[in-house]
């Protein structure tokens, strides 16, 4: 027998493909978890950022046989940009697919928690699923930080800040704090607030079921109780819900990349030099790390 009549009778005949069924469907797990923010603190344990996400997001809707993309989401929220960067990315996507003629379902599902920035992200799914003790919502704004006001000079360091402009020093860590200055973030934090109110406004309609007095308060609920008040869809968890909906489909897990130090909770090497010869900026690479630790702590996590 010939080369060639070897690779003819490898061959598959006319319908034997269909004999043995079709490829399976592919449903896309990316999973978000850890805090948002562009900057990865010391002691974080993972952080979210467009940056971080975009390969993981861009390989999941890459797939041919793609039946449903899922966000699974594991975070007490951060910074309101990124945030807001992520989920636009993911419903770019989401149309991009949908132009080509092959529309695919965005789910998300909410680990232990989905808070502030985390809702924000589960928001940019066509459906949002939660354990019934998952905690979601924290639909607001917060600002924190520490005063050190004469630490430097306890210690034998003089800071020098040279500016211009009237404004340009805004509450900073190191001198007391002005009226003006909380009066000048208290309002920031109000438009922030509002943009965040009209971003779930927009993506849940009139599936949200409870006053915006209530829904925009800030407040916590446990995903039971977000069922109840239209954060959510459905009470339910990954498996569950993807066995039943697609039974036949491939798991097709896509992560963020980090880097080894951060994938043991340590942050990044840069981070981990707490700012070289200054010792100002070290401090608050630490402080900044330690608020990083403290947003999954103020859920008990």
Not at 129 to 154: C, D, K, M, Q, W
Not at 195 to 205: H, K, L, N, P
Not at 281 to 288: D, H, K, N, S, Y
Request: glycine share 12%.
């Amino acid at each position: 027998m010939s080369v060639t009549d070897k690779l003819a009778a490898r061959l598959p005949l006319p319908g034997r493909l269909g004999e043995r069924g079709e490829r399976a469907p592919v449903v896309a797990v990316i999973r978000l978890h850890g805090v948002i923010t562009p900057n990865p603190g010391p002691t974080a344990r993972g952080a979210l950022s467009l940056h971080t996400v975009e390969t993981a997001l861009t390989r999941a809707f890459a797939h041919d046989r793609l039946a449903a993309v899922v966000l699974e989401i594991n975070s007490p929220g951060g910074s309101p940009t990124q945030s807001a960067l992520i989920a636009d990315r993911i419903i770019g996507l989401a149309k991009k697919k949908a132009h080509r003629g092959r529309p695919v379902p965005v789910l998300a599902f909410c680990e232990d928690v989905a808070a502030s920035g985390g809702y924000w992200l589960a928001c940019a799914a066509d459906e949002i699923y939660a354990h019934p003790t998952s905690l979601v919502g924290s639909i607001g704004v917060i600002s924190s930080g520490f005063g050190l006001t004469g630490l430097l000079e306890r210690i034998g360091v003089e800071r020098r800040v040279h500016a211009a402009g009237a404004h340009k020093v805004r509450l900073d860590p190191f001198s007391p704090q002005k009226a003006e200055d909380v009066e000048w973030l208290t309002g920031l934090q109000a438009d922030l607030h509002e943009q965040f109110a009209a971003w779930v406004r927009e993506r849940r309609g009139d599936r949200l079921n409870g006053s915006e007095e209530e829904l925009f308060s800030g407040e916590v609920w446990t995903g039971a109780k977000a069922r109840e008040l239209g954060l959510v869809d459905e009470v339910g968890t990954l498996r569950d819900v993807i066995s039943r909906r697609f039974p036949k489909a491939e798991i097709s897990v896509a992560e963020p990349r980090r880097n080894l130090l951060s994938r043991l909770g340590i942050g990044s090497g840069a981070n981990l030099s707490l700012g070289g010869s200054n010792p100002a900026t070290g401090l608050l690479q630490v402080i900044e790390g330690l608020e990083q630790r403290a947003m999954w702590n103020r859920f008990g996590l």
